[in-house]
């Protein structure tokens, strides 16, 4: 974890987020970047919550009492992200929309601090049963925000009826994190044009129908 102290935390939040005003919110705000970078530089096993303290210029005793283990933080922290996280697309197709989706998660896996997050967690998720309800809660709100675009194409005819649309969303990103875990090579904006179609192939042939 770095030893840079957190800086100072602006009264107005930035055009475009959601995060509300007030004390409490910015003591969230400040405690949530830097569990976040120590996360991507350490990973979970050394996420202290007094360290995140002490960089977040925040009293310990209100992490503690707040977050009271590395669990419970990481879990807020992606909670945090998938309420900041763009809302889904609306392109008019099928295909864009699932293409939107797949660009959305290749450039989240390539971001150079958010890549080395979601490793860290999914690594954490299979030794720690908070980091694994975390990420379970924040796939499951981000599939829900997504599975609009396949309701729409079910509306308009381009996919049967009764298709499961978390199934056909969660099958976008599928192959993306099994390359980001898998063959160590840099995703792309064709791996995810390329998923993306995959999985609208498959929806169009009824795959997903339930």
Same mark, same amino acid.
């Given at each position: 974890?770095?030893?840079?102290?957190?800086?100072?935390?602006?009264?107005?939040?930035?055009?475009?987020?959601?995060?509300?005003?007030?004390?409490?919110?910015?003591?969230?705000?400040?405690?949530?970047?830097?569990?976040?970078?120590?996360? #991507?530089?350490? *990973?979970?096993?050394?996420? =202290? $919550?007094?360290?995140? !303290? +002490? &960089?977040?210029?925040?009293?310990? /005793?209100?992490?503690?009492?707040?977050?009271?283990?590395?669990?419970?933080?990481?879990?807020?922290?992606?909670?945090?992200?998938?309420?900041?996280?763009?809302?889904? #697309?609306?392109? *008019?197709?099928?295909?864009? =929309? $699932?293409?939107?989706? !797949? +660009? &959305?998660?290749?450039?989240?896996? /390539?971001?150079?601090?958010?890549?080395?997050?979601?490793?860290?967690?999914?690594?954490?998720?299979?030794?720690?049963?908070?980091?694994?309800?975390?990420?379970?809660?924040?796939?499951?709100?981000?599939?829900?925000?997504?599975?609009?675009?396949?309701?729409?194409?079910?509306?308009?005819?381009?996919?049967?009826?009764?298709?499961?649309?978390?199934?056909?969303?969660?099958?976008?990103?599928?192959?993306?994190?099994?390359?980001?875990?898998?063959?160590?090579?840099?995703?792309?904006?064709?791996?995810?044009?390329?998923?993306?179609?995959?999985?609208?192939?498959?929806?169009?042939?009824?795959?997903?129908?339930?």
């Amino acid at each position: 974890m770095s030893d840079t102290p957190a800086p100072d935390i602006p009264d107005t939040p930035a055009p475009g987020t959601r995060r509300p005003g007030g004390r409490t919110a910015r003591v969230r705000e400040a405690v949530l970047q830097v569990a976040g970078d120590a996360l #991507a530089e350490g *990973g979970f096993e050394l996420l =202290d $919550l007094a360290e995140v !303290a +002490r &960089l977040a210029g925040v009293g310990k /005793t209100t992490v503690y009492r707040r977050w009271g283990s590395p669990g419970v933080l990481a879990a807020d922290l992606l909670a945090d992200m998938a309420e900041q996280s763009l809302p889904r #697309a609306d392109t *008019g197709s099928l295909e864009g =929309d $699932l293409r939107a989706n !797949a +660009r &959305l998660v290749v450039r989240t896996l /390539t971001d150079p601090r958010q890549g080395r997050l979601f490793k860290a967690l999914i690594a954490a998720s299979l030794c720690n049963e908070q980091a694994a309800e975390a990420l379970h809660r924040f796939y499951a709100v981000r599939v829900e925000e997504w599975a609009g675009c396949v309701r729409d194409a079910v509306a308009r005819g381009e996919v049967p009826e009764r298709t499961d649309a978390h199934d056909v969303v969660a099958a976008v990103s599928a192959p993306l994190y099994y390359a980001l875990l898998n063959t160590g090579r840099a995703l792309t904006d064709a791996d995810a044009d390329r998923a993306a179609d995959a999985a609208g192939t498959a929806a169009r042939a009824g795959v997903w129908v339930r």
